[in-house]
């Protein structure tokens, strides 16, 4: 017998959940949320269910909003369960399930209704959730990619956007119009400098039909940096299941993360922001460095063992973990390959952070999956592996296993495992990068010659030569032997 999650249910949660300690009815939305996917609902809002639960920044809650076709699905289940969410933390010592509630609504997903709701002076900050692949970079030059058709429609209806970006202008003009101060944009993605990239494409986009506007908005709309960290699976019939055998709750869409959260901010917010150190978010003058080793030790680290676990026919990340080959070759490339291209943190242990997050890519109550971690490899890598291995080439570092890294994934894209099972397409550009990687058997060039991922990097003869050498040996030895000379 499970207990239908919505706000009725709160009075009498089952045993064992916890729920929001505070009066849902007294929230009000100061944020709109573009992108209410598992990290955001694992991650953003259980730092603001915490908050509320203190009693404070009750005017902070979170109004959903999305702009992909899969959003309206999203937004219709959490309708049923008053925007509730089940928050599952896997710990291996011990489940834990609490019912956060600082989502208060979901704007309909449309354009001029997100549009209407971000004009709305009580939002202070619109945050973004849209992937990596969504802030329209121009991979070749790492800047806006103003020729992209999505950009190109927008900057010619700027009444009528078909993006997250061209609602951002939207909004921002209908404010200035009302006289009202801008919302501030905060990006919550895994990207380097994340809020230097939303502020260059929400600038770039404005540029091309508005300057006057674009340059507005370079001195009056805040972008604060950010680095967010939490391992959230993808929801599947398993945690439904585990949501409702274990904690006896019915909800649709529950959320199953790792217990560990990270989140450090930029402290640049001029229409006011929620108390969130209180609930542990740390406050930066600059966040680059914090955010750097985690885009180069964890994601960086994600990429490491993602592709030699999927040819060696693993499918959960604990299991890969387990795999001696496979931690050894983690633990060799970051110590002696990715660390070195950090500089110092005052107070923060490198070797310490690679520590938990070995312990945390070992934690098999996660049940994290080797497919989710190879996936949109063709903007992945050039985020996460390329510009530390661009940094190791110019600084005269080693550089030798990052080769190795992009060769693996080469021989990934060839579309099948060492034993000859298909690798189902899981990247937007699947059918080119196989093309290539087959291509590649002959030519390894042909892999490295795509300038939407690699830019110029592909031209470096040092790079050229070690990637061609360990493709050779992955096609010839197999993974598990190239990884065993690599790491020793």
């Known amino acids: 017998m499970t207990t239908l999650l919505n706000s009725a249910a709160l009075a009498a949660l089952p045993a064992g959940v916890a729920g929001p300690g505070y009066d849902r009815a007294g929230l009000t939305a100061g944020i709109l949320h573009v992108g209410v996917g598992n990290f955001h609902r694992a991650h953003m809002a259980v730092y603001l269910d915490r908050l509320f639960a203190l009693g404070e920044g009750q005017g902070w809650a979170i109004l959903g909003a999305g702009v992909r076709p899969g959003d309206a699905a999203m937004r219709e289940k959490l309708a049923a369960q008053d925007w509730l969410t089940t928050v599952v933390e896997l710990d291996p010592k011990g489940l834990s399930a609490r019912v956060t509630g600082s989502m208060v609504g979901f704007v309909p997903v449309d354009p001029e209704a997100t549009v209407a709701a971000m004009a709305d002076p009580a939002i202070r900050i619109v945050s973004l959730t849209i992937t990596e692949g969504g802030y329209y970079v121009d991979a070749r030059t790492g800047g806006f990619d103003a020729a992209h058709p999505d950009m190109i429609a927008d900057a010619a209806h700027p009444d009528a956007p078909g993006t997250v970006f061209g609602m951002i202008l939207a909004a921002l003009r209908r404010r200035r119009a009302a006289g009202l101060p801008p919302f501030t944009v905060m990006s919550c993605d895994n990207l380097p400098g994340n809020g230097h990239v939303a502020r260059r494409t929400v600038i770039g986009l404005a540029r091309l039909s508005d300057p006057d506007f674009a340059d507005w908005i370079g001195v009056h709309v805040a972008f604060p940096n950010s680095m967010v960290d939490c391992i959230t699976p993808a929801t599947s019939d398993r945690e439904r299941t585990l949501v409702a055998e274990r904690f006896g709750l019915s909800d649709a869409v529950p959320v199953a993360c790792e217990p560990f959260r990270q989140w450090v901010l930029e402290d640049h917010f001029p229409q006011g922001r929620p108390p969130l150190e209180k609930v542990g978010v740390e406050f930066v003058r600059d966040v680059a460095a914090y955010e750097l080793m985690k885009l180069r030790i964890l994601n960086g680290g994600h990429a490491a063992i993602a592709y030699p676990s999927a040819l060696l026919g693993h499918h959960f990340v604990h299991d890969a973990m387990a795999d001696p080959v496979i931690a050894r070759w983690l633990d060799t490339l970051e110590r002696r390959e990715i660390m070195p291209t950090l500089t110092p943190i005052p107070g923060v242990s490198y070797e310490d952070y690679l520590a938990r997050v070995t312990e945390r890519f070992s934690n098999s109550a996660v049940g994290d999956t080797i497919p989710r971690l190879c996936l949109d490899g063709s903007n992945r890598q050039p985020k996460f592996i390329l510009p530390a291995l661009a940094d190791a080439l110019a600084r005269g570092l080693p ?80 993974a598990r032997a190239v990884l065993t000379a690599y790491s020793g």
């Open 399 to 478: 550089f030798d296993g990052l080769a190795l890294e992009v060769a693996l994934w080469c021989r990934y894209c060839a579309g099948t495992d060492e034993a000859g099972r298909p690798i189902p397409p899981n990247d937007e550009t699947a059918a080119d990068l196989k093309a290539r990687a087959l291509a590649s058997k002959a030519d390894p060039a042909a892999f490295l010659s795509n300038r939407g991922v690699f830019g110029t990097l592909g031209d470096d003869p040092r790079f050229a030569a070690a990637f061609a050498a360990h493709l050779g040996r992955l096609w010839s030895e197999g």
